[in-house]
Protein backbone atom coordinates (compact mmCIF):
# COMPACT_ATOMS: atom_id res chain seq x y z
CA UNK A 1 0.00 0.00 0.00
CA UNK A 2 1.32 2.94 -0.73
CA UNK A 3 2.25 5.51 1.91
CA UNK A 4 0.17 8.58 2.96
CA UNK A 5 2.69 11.59 3.00
CA UNK A 6 1.60 14.63 5.09
CA UNK A 7 1.49 18.11 3.29
CA UNK A 8 3.89 20.40 4.74
CA UNK A 9 3.57 24.09 5.48
CA UNK A 10 2.59 26.70 2.57
CA UNK A 11 5.89 27.95 0.88
CA UNK A 12 6.21 31.28 3.00
CA UNK A 13 8.93 32.72 0.51
CA UNK A 14 6.56 32.41 -2.23
CA UNK A 15 3.85 33.93 -0.01
CA UNK A 16 6.58 36.76 1.16
CA UNK A 17 6.98 37.89 -2.69
CA UNK A 18 3.08 37.47 -4.06
CA UNK A 19 2.60 39.99 -1.04
CA UNK A 20 5.28 42.36 -1.97
CA UNK A 21 3.81 41.80 -5.41
CA UNK A 22 0.84 42.48 -4.59
CA UNK A 23 0.94 45.37 -2.68
CA UNK A 24 3.38 46.90 -5.55
CA UNK A 25 1.22 46.27 -8.32
CA UNK A 26 -1.81 47.54 -6.53
CA UNK A 27 -0.19 51.14 -6.22
CA UNK A 28 0.25 51.58 -9.25
CA UNK A 29 -2.19 54.31 -11.15
CA UNK A 30 -2.33 53.42 -14.86
CA UNK A 31 -3.96 56.62 -15.79
CA UNK A 32 -2.06 57.65 -18.77
CA UNK A 33 -4.30 57.69 -22.07
CA UNK A 34 -4.56 59.63 -25.25
CA UNK A 35 -7.32 60.66 -26.95
CA UNK A 36 -8.26 58.41 -30.71
CA UNK A 37 -9.06 60.60 -33.31
CA UNK A 38 -13.17 60.20 -32.08
CA UNK A 39 -12.19 61.77 -28.76
CA UNK A 40 -10.64 64.64 -30.10
CA UNK A 41 -12.73 67.58 -30.35
CA UNK A 42 -13.32 69.04 -33.92
CA UNK A 43 -13.19 67.86 -37.07
CA UNK A 44 -16.46 67.67 -37.98
CA UNK A 45 -16.16 69.16 -41.70
CA UNK A 46 -14.09 67.36 -44.47
CA UNK A 47 -11.02 69.50 -45.13
CA UNK A 48 -11.80 69.99 -48.73
CA UNK A 49 -13.32 68.62 -51.71
CA UNK A 50 -13.06 65.12 -52.53
CA UNK A 51 -11.87 65.28 -56.65
CA UNK A 52 -10.11 68.37 -57.99
CA UNK A 53 -7.86 69.65 -55.52
CA UNK A 54 -4.48 67.79 -56.68
CA UNK A 55 -4.26 67.17 -52.86
CA UNK A 56 -4.64 64.00 -50.96
CA UNK A 57 -8.41 62.76 -49.87
CA UNK A 58 -8.80 63.75 -46.39
CA UNK A 59 -12.01 62.86 -44.25
CA UNK A 60 -11.25 65.18 -40.76
CA UNK A 61 -8.91 67.57 -39.93
CA UNK A 62 -8.70 64.84 -36.37
CA UNK A 63 -7.08 62.09 -38.20
CA UNK A 64 -3.90 60.62 -36.60
CA UNK A 65 -1.94 62.51 -39.58
CA UNK A 66 -3.24 65.57 -38.85
CA UNK A 67 -1.12 68.44 -35.97
CA UNK A 68 -3.94 68.53 -33.23
CA UNK A 69 -5.48 64.14 -34.19
CA UNK A 70 -5.68 61.59 -32.49
CA UNK A 71 -2.91 59.03 -32.15
CA UNK A 72 -3.34 55.26 -33.51
CA UNK A 73 -2.69 52.50 -31.16
CA UNK A 74 -2.19 55.08 -27.89
CA UNK A 75 -2.05 54.03 -24.50
CA UNK A 76 -5.44 53.61 -22.32
CA UNK A 77 -6.24 53.41 -18.79
CA UNK A 78 -5.41 50.39 -17.10
CA UNK A 79 -6.32 48.56 -14.31
CA UNK A 80 -4.09 46.96 -12.51
CA UNK A 81 -5.34 45.57 -9.62
CA UNK A 82 -4.63 42.42 -7.61
CA UNK A 83 -6.24 40.18 -5.24
CA UNK A 84 -4.65 38.72 -2.49
CA UNK A 85 -6.86 36.32 0.35
CA UNK A 86 -6.24 37.91 3.71
CA UNK A 87 -4.98 34.26 5.36
CA UNK A 88 -2.26 34.46 2.66
CA UNK A 89 -1.52 38.45 3.38
CA UNK A 90 -1.47 37.53 7.17
CA UNK A 91 0.57 34.41 6.50
CA UNK A 92 3.46 36.17 4.02
CA UNK A 93 3.51 39.08 7.52
CA UNK A 94 3.99 36.24 9.97
CA UNK A 95 6.38 34.86 8.16
CA UNK A 96 8.50 37.92 8.20
CA UNK A 97 7.88 38.82 11.98
CA UNK A 98 9.37 35.27 12.26
CA UNK A 99 12.31 36.14 10.41
CA UNK A 100 12.46 39.51 12.03
CA UNK A 101 12.39 37.57 15.24
CA UNK A 102 14.73 34.90 14.11
CA UNK A 103 17.45 37.56 13.68
CA UNK A 104 17.11 39.01 16.84
CA UNK A 105 15.73 42.26 15.12
CA UNK A 106 12.55 43.03 16.90
CA UNK A 107 12.93 45.28 19.83
CA UNK A 108 9.83 45.30 22.42
CA UNK A 109 11.12 47.89 24.94
CA UNK A 110 9.06 50.54 27.52
CA UNK A 111 12.29 52.10 28.90
CA UNK A 112 11.88 55.14 26.72
CA UNK A 113 8.95 57.23 27.68
CA UNK A 114 9.72 60.62 27.71
CA UNK A 115 7.18 63.47 29.64
CA UNK A 116 8.33 65.58 26.07
CA UNK A 117 8.58 65.01 22.94
CA UNK A 118 12.68 64.88 21.77
CA UNK A 119 14.54 63.30 18.98
CA UNK A 120 17.74 63.84 20.57
CA UNK A 121 16.92 61.18 23.33
CA UNK A 122 15.09 59.48 21.09
CA UNK A 123 18.49 58.73 18.87
CA UNK A 124 20.44 58.37 22.05
CA UNK A 125 17.97 55.61 23.34
CA UNK A 126 18.46 53.54 19.71
CA UNK A 127 22.21 53.92 20.31
CA UNK A 128 22.00 52.39 23.65
CA UNK A 129 19.87 49.63 22.79
CA UNK A 130 22.47 49.27 19.58
CA UNK A 131 19.54 49.47 16.80
CA UNK A 132 21.46 50.65 13.80
CA UNK A 133 20.74 50.97 9.89
CA UNK A 134 16.42 51.49 9.26
CA UNK A 135 13.88 50.84 11.87
CA UNK A 136 9.96 50.75 11.46
CA UNK A 137 8.31 51.89 14.36
CA UNK A 138 5.08 50.56 14.57
CA UNK A 139 2.34 51.93 16.97
CA UNK A 140 -1.50 51.18 17.96
CA UNK A 141 -3.92 54.13 19.50
CA UNK A 142 -2.29 53.59 23.32
CA UNK A 143 1.23 54.43 21.91
CA UNK A 144 2.19 57.05 23.72
CA UNK A 145 2.61 60.81 21.59
CA UNK A 146 5.29 61.76 23.04
CA UNK A 147 7.61 58.49 21.39
CA UNK A 148 5.71 59.51 18.02
CA UNK A 149 6.48 63.01 17.96
CA UNK A 150 10.22 62.30 18.87
CA UNK A 151 10.50 59.75 16.29
CA UNK A 152 8.94 61.41 13.40
CA UNK A 153 11.94 63.62 12.59
CA UNK A 154 14.41 60.51 12.74
CA UNK A 155 15.68 60.39 8.97
CA UNK A 156 16.02 56.40 9.05
CA UNK A 157 13.19 55.67 10.97
CA UNK A 158 9.29 55.72 9.80
CA UNK A 159 6.16 55.43 11.67
CA UNK A 160 3.31 52.58 10.62
CA UNK A 161 0.18 52.68 11.99
CA UNK A 162 -0.54 48.48 12.83
CA UNK A 163 -3.70 48.37 10.65
CA UNK A 164 -1.62 49.32 8.17
CA UNK A 165 1.51 46.93 8.43
CA UNK A 166 2.76 45.82 4.95
CA UNK A 167 5.30 43.14 3.30
CA UNK A 168 6.96 46.22 1.97
CA UNK A 169 8.17 48.30 4.99
CA UNK A 170 9.10 45.10 6.89
CA UNK A 171 11.28 44.14 4.33
CA UNK A 172 12.66 47.49 3.82
CA UNK A 173 13.19 47.94 7.51
CA UNK A 174 16.40 46.63 9.32
CA UNK A 175 14.64 46.98 12.68
CA UNK A 176 11.19 46.90 14.11
CA UNK A 177 10.74 48.69 17.21
CA UNK A 178 7.15 48.86 19.03
CA UNK A 179 6.53 49.31 22.71
CA UNK A 180 4.34 46.96 25.02
CA UNK A 181 1.95 49.58 25.63
CA UNK A 182 1.65 49.87 21.68
CA UNK A 183 0.92 45.90 21.12
CA UNK A 184 -2.22 45.91 23.11
CA UNK A 185 -3.09 42.38 24.38
Known amino acids: ?27 RRGDAAMKTRGEV ?12 TGRARQGSTRAVQWRGGGRAFGSRKHVYDLKMNKKARRAALNALFAAKLQEGRILVDDSFNPEAPSTKAFINFLIEKEVDGKVLLLYTGATPKAILKSARNVPE ?29
Open 1 to 27: MAEIKKTKEPDTEHLVLEALYYQQTNM
Open 41 to 52: SGGGAKPWRQKG
Open 157 to 185: VTLLCDSRLNAKDILNADWLFMTKAGQGE
